[in-house]
């Protein structure tokens, strides 16, 4: 008898647990919507409309706005990984080139709204700033897979590298978006031409 009180006690507390979380998700999905409208610094009375949640709920789960904003940082981290899927090393270099510029173009222009958003607050906040310094991370990791061959071949590797992190990286290509006014393809056709003379330039 006592085992099943137990296990009903369980279930209720395992399902309080879920409702939770999607809550949580629910507010997070919120604040990434309002970005990707343009709203880059929304309040918490919005993000709460948005989410379908009283505004006591919002902040039952995060402690204020940054701390939501984090979450959402957290939430970008995973979707960047999913855009960053592991390129064949043996195959040529024009194969490897297309796949990465294409996983690249479509991984900045999904998280561009949020990441803009989140360049504003980042001088505030030293999450905000881990966060990003683990994108860059991952985005030096699969350089170095991708383009190994290249890369070892090169006189000074470590300057290639950190060029090519610096073509490749999501500020150029908020740069050649918004402040040179390229559309996608020529964005796309820009980090190609930065990449390839990079890496097969004597």
């Given at each position: 008898?006592?085992?099943?009180?137990?296990?009903r006690?369980?279930?209720?507390e395992?399902?309080?647990?879920?409702?939770?979380?999607?809550?949580?998700?629910?507010?997070?999905?919120?604040?990434r919507a309002?970005?990707?409208?343009?709203?880059l610094?929304?309040?918490?009375?919005?993000?709460?409309?948005?989410?379908?949640?009283?505004?006591?709920t919002?902040?039952?789960?995060?402690?204020?706005?940054?701390?939501?904003?984090?979450?959402?940082?957290?939430r970008?981290?995973?979707i960047?990984?999913?855009?960053?899927?592991?390129?064949?090393?043996?195959?040529?270099?024009?194969?490897?080139?297309?796949?990465?510029?294409?996983?690249?173009?479509?991984?900045y222009?999904?998280?561009?709204?949020?990441?803009?958003a989140?360049?504003?607050?980042?001088?505030?906040?030293?999450?905000?700033?881990?966060?990003?310094?683990?994108l860059?991370?991952?985005?030096?990791?699969?350089?170095?897979?991708?383009?190994?061959?290249?890369?070892?071949?090169?006189?000074?590797?470590?300057?290639?590298?950190?060029?090519?992190?610096?073509?490749?990286?999501?500020?150029?290509?908020?740069?050649?978006?918004?402040?040179?006014?390229?559309?996608v393809?020529?964005?796309?056709?820009?980090?190609?031409?930065l990449?390839?003379?990079?890496?097969?330039?004597?």
């Amino acid at each position: 008898m006592q085992a099943a009180l137990d296990g009903r006690e369980d279930g209720r507390e395992d399902g309080r647990l879920a409702r939770s979380q999607r809550t949580r998700d629910a507010i997070v999905d919120a604040l990434r919507a309002l970005h990707h409208d343009g709203d880059l610094r929304p309040t918490a009375p919005r993000v709460a409309e948005r989410a379908g949640v009283s505004l006591r709920t919002v902040f039952q789960h995060f402690n204020d706005l940054e701390t939501l904003l984090v979450a959402a940082g957290h939430r970008d981290l995973e979707i960047a990984r999913q855009y960053a899927r592991p390129i064949d090393p043996a195959a040529d270099f024009a194969t490897r080139l297309t796949e990465f510029v294409e996983q690249r173009t479509q991984m900045y222009e999904s998280l561009s709204p949020v990441w803009r958003a989140a360049r504003l607050q980042q001088p505030f906040s030293p999450q905000i700033r881990r966060n990003q310094d683990r994108l860059l991370e991952v985005g030096c990791e699969q350089l170095a897979t991708t383009f190994a061959t290249e890369l070892d071949a090169a006189e000074n590797r470590a300057a290639v590298l950190a060029a090519l992190q610096a073509a490749t990286t999501w500020t150029t290509w908020e740069f050649l978006r918004s402040d040179l006014h390229h559309d996608v393809d020529a964005a796309r056709a820009a980090v190609r031409v930065l990449v390839t003379r990079l890496l097969t330039q004597p």
